[in-house]
Structure formats: structure tokens, C-alpha cells
């Protein structure tokens, strides 16, 4: 990838004649089989410039409690937007098409439009859950029914395609608009692409440039993309097999608590409530004997599995984890 990197061919993105990112923006629109795609620096960029370009101020977005553009992305629908935010509780990350048509807001002068469904697909604070297309095209016969749109954070649409055999354009084929991550279980070091329309791209060019992402040489980031999905699509199944094995282990250790139906992709969360003690203490212990993994709410920890964590790693974590006295 870095050879990749250094050997770019590259233009100004600016200008739109870097030939290397159109090169991705050519091989990512045919993989998921859309119009039009634009690399963007960031995820949280990618879903904030779509939802931006989709929509009016004042309307309303319909979205699951704990998704990424909730939690993890500054107030962004409402700040850059001016979007009021709707949330669904849910118990695997999932709304239903029912919870959306008891969400619709009926026409009338004092309540905001509802006019956007935002999903993430897979989902990262639920532990890597997969949204089930059957519901996702229920959900799309709703939107149709109530003239909603639909934004798809598939950040990890790339793991959820692993592990069913989905292919890719299936999966973005009811949404309006589409953002996906180059890094993560890809393994890029930077960038995320916004896919859809022609039309919807054109204006979310301009988008881009109102955020600060437009860019000069892109290609150098571009060229590392396009390895990663050259080369790491394919063995994305291995993180989650890996995933598994490391969820079983750690679900043995004491005062530790898996939810087995939520390893479903590379993704595992702990529950350490039954330690009594708090992420932090958890960490720093597990840190000094080399394991490092992230705190994810007041009693939760977070471990991902990826392209430089092999089946020894996972096992190795879950020895010296159980060797630690908590």
C-alpha cells in the first residue's frame, strides 16, 4: 500500500483531473453499482456533507439512538444542517419499517417535516450488528409511501457484505445517499467516498468544498484506497472469525459479559460490570501486559479484530486477560 502510495499518479482534485481518484471514483461506483462517487477525508465528513446536500433546514431525521451521526459526530446534523434529530430505541441497532411509520410526522403547521431516514449498516455501538435488507426495503416502501429520504452510513457495509454474501450494490441500491469508509477493516489510511446520483454528487462537490475537503493531490490517498479494495476485501471474513474466537474467550474470563448475538461482523463488546471495577482500571491493567482495547459506555469495552490482529493475537489477548487479577 505504501508503494502504492509513492508511486501515484496524481493531478488536482480541486479541478477535478487527479487521475488516480478518478480512477476510485470510477472502480467504487461500478463495485456498488451507483451514478456518481467523491472521495471525502473522513466518514464523519462523508455522512455530514450528505445529509447537508440532502436536505432542508428545519426538516426532520429519523435515526437509531446509538448511531455513528448521533454519538460520535459533534452535533453535526444539527449544526451544519439545521436538522432536528429524531431518535429510535432499538435493542440490536435494527428499526423496524414499523418504528419508522409510527415516526412519520402527519402534515400540519406547527410539527417539522419528517424527511429523512439515516441508517448505519454495520453498526458500531451495538457491536458490529448487521441491518437485515428484508427490513431495509421494508423501510424503503415506507420512505416511498411518505416522500422520505434515505442516508445510508455503510462505513462497514464492507464487513456486512463479507458476511452475508450480499453483494455491495444490493445493499445501497434503497438509499439516496451512501457513505463508505476506505479504512477501518480496509485497512486505507485515510478517506471515506459519498455515492449516488449524478446530480445529488454535483451538489455535494460543493458541499465538500463549504466543509474544507476538497483537496490538491488526492491521488497519494487514493492510490491506498484503491489497494484496499484490491486486496482486503476478500479477507475481511477472516477478522470476523477472529472476532469469534476472541468474543468466546473473553466470555470466559471472570466478571467479563459477551453477548454472542451481537458478534456478528469484527467487532466485540464486553460488559465489565461484574469486575466492579471501572473501563479505565480494566485498561490500564490490560495495557501494561500489551493489550489495548477502548472504553464504550460506563461499564463497556470495545475490541475490534483487523488486518494486523491474527487468530494467535486473539488467543494470546485472552490468556493474558484471564491471567490478570481485577
Known amino acids: 500500500m505504501r508503494?502504492?502510495?509513492a508511486e501515484a499518479e496524481v493531478g488536482d482534485d480541486v479541478f477535478r483531473d487527479d487521475p488516480t481518484v478518478?480512477?476510485?471514483e470510477a472502480t467504487i461506483s461500478e463495485l456498488f453499482s451507483t451514478?456518481?462517487?467523491i472521495f471525502v477525508p473522513s466518514g464523519t465528513m462523508g455522512n455530514q456533507a450528505a445529509l447537508k446536500t440532502l436536505s432542508e433546514p428545519g426538516w426532520e431525521i429519523l435515526c437509531e439512538r446509538d448511531c455513528h451521526i448521533v454519538n460520535y459526530e459533534t452535533a453535526g446534523p444539527a449544526i451544519h444542517s439545521s436538522l432536528l434529530v429524531n431518535m429510535i430505541d432499538t435493542e440490536?441497532?435494527?428499526m423496524t419499517a414499523e418504528q419508522i411509520e409510527n415516526s412519520v410526522r402527519e402534515p400540519n403547521i406547527h410539527s417539522p417535516i419528517t424527511k429523512i431516514v439515516a441508517i448505519e449498516n454495520t453498526h458500531n455501538r451495538h457491536g458490529?450488528?448487521?441491518y437485515p435488507l428484508d427490513e431495509i426495503l421494508k423501510i424503503r416502501e415506507v420512505a416511498d409511501r411518505h416522500g422520505l429520504l434515505m442516508h445510508l452510513d455503510g462505513a462497514?457495509?464492507?464487513n456486512a457484505h463479507a458476511a452475508t454474501g450480499i453483494p455491495l450494490a444490493d445493499w445501497v441500491k434503497p438509499f439516496d445517499s451512501v457513505s463508505v469508509c476506505m479504512s477501518k477493516g480496509l485497512g486505507a489510511p485515510v478517506g471515506s467516498m459519498i455515492l449516488g446520483s449524478k446530480d445529488f454528487i454535483e451538489k455535494a462537490l460543493r458541499t465538500r468544498k463549504l466543509f474544507?475537503?476538497?483537496m490538491r493531490q488526492t491521488g497519494i490517498l487514493a492510490a491506498a484506497a484503491l489497494y484496499a479494495i484490491k486486496n482486503n476485501i476478500g479477507r475481511l471474513t477472516e477478522d470476523h472469525a477472529n472476532a469469534r474466537v476472541l468474543a468466546e474467550g473473553l466470555g470466559r474470563v471472570d466478571g467479563f459479559t459477551v453477548d454472542m448475538k451481537r458478534v456478528q461482523t469484527n467487532i466485540i463488546l464486553v460488559d465489565i460490570a461484574g469486575t466492579w471495577k471501572t473501563p479505565a482500571e480494566i485498561l490500564n491493567a490490560m495495557k501494561e501486559k500489551g493489550v489495548l482495547a477502548v472504553p464504550f459506555g460506563r461499564t463497556r469495552l470495545r475490541f475490534v479484530t483487523?488486518?494486523?490482529v491474527t487468530r494467535e493475537d486473539c488467543e494470546k489477548a485472552v490468556e493474558i486477560i484471564s491471567d490478570i487479577k481485577f
Open 22 to 24: 478518478m480512477r476510485l
Open 156 to 158: 462497514r457495509i464492507w
Open 35 to 37: 451514478e456518481a462517487a
Open 92 to 94: 440490536y441497532g435494527v
Open 306 to 308: 483487523h488486518l494486523d
Open 212 to 214: 474544507g475537503g476538497a
Open 128 to 130: 458490529g450488528t448487521i
Open 3 to 5: 508503494r502504492a502510495i
